[in-house]
């Protein structure tokens, strides 16, 4: 026994792929770090705050007609939703961003049941540049920072 | 300081209006463009009241607005005309008596008082500060009381489940939906698809612009003509007009 946990600790410390193989059942998410220079923000504020992003700007959108693509679902597809050879990534394959990324969380997102989960051919992500003005979209992020 | 946007906004606004209100070919005929777009991360006011304007007189027994319309936003139907989706509709009138025949677009009318909103128990149905009537379907729970309280029968429910929406105009199972005169298009700047379609490929008899405009090719023509509201009786302050009815 103490042997076979000798082994397995030796395969845990070889390798980062190999410990994953082993330490998860579950594979990890994959995330395709996208065109743009950088995403519209920390990658931990986007862990966490990306679902208030999107609920904000639905409603700025929808309600009040402000189409600032920064903090956009579009935005977020035509940026992520590729694969690592520069694809589209069909919203009904396991390694599209979102699809992934849910399943590992066990979060069903309802986006899609009306939105195209596919990257508009030929548009760019926009780069996490700052906020045109002070509307809506920062608002959110100053919310998200204050809460911390 | 919020003010300060706007005021640009308007000026820059009233300035493409006067630019697009001298171009005129003859009476009646104007070489029209929209006022420029906003800009993306302004609210639409209420200064602006979208409207369309059809002269049922150019208006042919085609369907190029419908075709445009099932393009642009991806409503083609299953084959069951009872319960597919339809944002845009033909209709043809015909006065018994005289055997006169008009063919006509009906779609949602933009009511400044609709019917839809008023019946909505979820505030689902909105009308937008220009004058545009939606659905929100993040917050519809797929009732249908705007189905039977709109006059027009310009709404659709969506019974099945859909793949390969367009972009730009997210639909759905279990919400209904309508014709948004293009908003995505119209927040931008450009003409509704059944608009740009009946000028290019039909008989132009569509006219989209800003009926608070005083200079807009639509305030002039609805200035200069008797235009009529569809079933004005109901007093609903609809945003579409005909001509030649």
């Known amino acids: 026994m103490r042997a076979r946990l000798a082994v397995l600790m030796l395969l845990l410390a070889a390798g980062p792929a190999a410990a ?129 | 300081m919020s003010e300060q ?36 991360d302004e609210p639409v006011t209420s200064r602006v009241r979208w409207g369309l304007l059809v002269d049922a007189t150019r208006c042919a027994d085609c369907s190029v607005c419908v075709d445009a319309c099932r393009e642009e936003h991806g409503w083609d139907g299953h084959g069951r005309p009872r319960t597919d989706a339809q944002w845009i509709r033909k209709l043809d009138v015909r006065d018994r008596s005289t055997g006169r025949h008009v063919s006509l677009p009906m779609m949602c009318q933009h009511c400044a008082e609709p019917p839809c909103v008023d019946v909505c128990p979820t505030g689902a149905s909105f009308r937008r500060a220009d004058g545009i009537v939606l659905v929100d379907k993040h917050i519809c729970i797929g009732c249908r009381y705007c189905m039977m309280a709109c006059p027009y029968k310009a709404r659709s429910f969506v019974h099945e489940s859909l793949s390969d929406q367009k972009p730009w105009s997210p639909r759905g199972k279990g919400t209904v939906e309508s014709c948004t005169l293009c908003v995505h298009r119209v927040d931008t700047g450009r003409e509704p698809a059944c608009v740009e379609a009946c000028g290019r490929d039909g008989n132009g008899a569509l006219t989209f612009g800003d009926l608070n405009d005083p200079n807009s090719a639509i305030h002039r023509a609805v200035a200069t003509y008797p235009t009529t509201r569809v079933r ?8 579409v007009r005909y001509r030649g009815l």
């Open chain 1, 20 to 148: 994953d193989e082993a330490a998860t059942r579950v594979p990890l998410p994959t995330v395709e770090p996208g065109s743009a220079e950088q995403c519209v923000a920390p990658v931990a504020v986007m862990r966490r705050d990306h679902m208030e992003m999107l609920l904000h700007q639905r409603d700025e959108t929808v309600h009040r007609g402000i189409r600032t693509p920064r903090q956009s679902l579009r935005n977020c597809l035509n940026c992520h939703a590729y694969d690592a050879a520069g694809q589209p990534v069909s919203i009904d394959d396991p390694r599209h961003f979102c699809v992934s990324c849910h399943r590992y969380a066990a979060v069903e997102p309802d986006c899609f049941g009306c939105h195209s989960g596919e990257p508009e051919p030929g548009v760019p992500g926009v780069t996490g540049s700052p906020a045109p003005t002070a509307t809506g979209v920062a608002t959110v992020t100053q919310g998200t920072e204050a809460r911390r």
């Open chain 2, 5 to 40: 946007p706007i005021d640009r906004y308007r000026r820059r606004l009233l300035g493409g209006a006067v630019a697009a209100g001298t171009v005129a070919l003859a009476p009646g005929v104007f070489l029209h463009r929209l006022a420029e777009a906003k800009p993306a």
């Open chain 2, 232 to 239: 004005d009786d109901l007093g609903l302050g609809v945003g």
